[in-house]
């Protein structure tokens, strides 16, 4: 899918155009600014992504176990840089 890119002027200026699009199903719109940029999606996929991050959510152990894998990785990889 394709973001439509909007300047953070014209969505102020026509920000009830802009949102109306979003909500009509053209896809969320990256507004870009000077300090920054930001995305507007429309109500019902806001809830989707957030379901679906709460879904992807760990648990400590799980998170444990994630930083146990990074370090035997980390380690691994420097001993055959190290032999290279």
Known sequence: MTIQRVPSNDAQNEFQFVMDQ???GLGPVLITGMKGNAVLVCEEEWRRL???LKD???TDEQKSTLD???RIVKTHAGEAHARD
Do not use: G, P, T
Request: aromatic letters at 0%; one cysteine or more.
């Open 56 to 58: 992807l959510e760990l």
């Open 22 to 24: 979003v909500c009509s």
């Open 68 to 70: 146990q894998l990074e």
């Open 50 to 52: 957030h379901a679906a």
